[in-house]
């Protein structure tokens, strides 16, 4: 399925009544996904880029800041444990 297709099921509800005698015959298709991780999904962040032109790229600016912050802890923590040994 392309994005543009996923993104019509997205954004489209539907709703069907099935005549009783077909109901044997009814499929039921029910997708989910998640996403872990710092980032919102691939998906997520072009969306938020085509609502706030810029907010791609402060995301992820943000994200490899708290990412090197956080390693400059742990560096000064694994230094000062060497020290104390």
Same mark, same amino acid.
């Given at each position: 399925?392309?994005? =543009? =297709?996923?993104? *019509? &099921?997205? /954004?489209? *509800? =539907?709703?069907?009544?099935?005549?009783?005698?077909?109901?044997?015959?009814?499929?039921?298709? /029910?997708?989910?996904?998640?996403?872990?991780?710092? &980032?919102?999904?691939?998906?997520?962040?072009?969306?938020?880029?085509?609502?706030?032109?810029?907010?791609?790229?402060?995301?992820? /600016?943000?994200?490899?800041? *708290?990412?090197?912050?956080?390693?400059?802890?742990?560096?000064?923590?694994?230094?000062? =444990?060497?020290?104390?040994?």
């Amino acid at each position: 399925m392309s994005e =543009e =297709e996923d993104s *019509q &099921l997205s /954004t489209k *509800q =539907e709703s069907e009544v099935i005549p009783r005698e077909e109901e044997e015959d009814a499929e039921v298709i /029910t997708r989910a996904s998640s996403w872990s991780g710092p &980032l919102p999904s691939p998906r997520s962040l072009r969306e938020y880029e085509d609502i706030v032109p810029g907010s791609a790229d402060r995301l992820i /600016t943000m994200v490899e800041k *708290q990412g090197n912050h956080r390693m400059e802890i742990e560096r000064k923590v694994v230094e000062g =444990e060497s020290g104390r040994a």
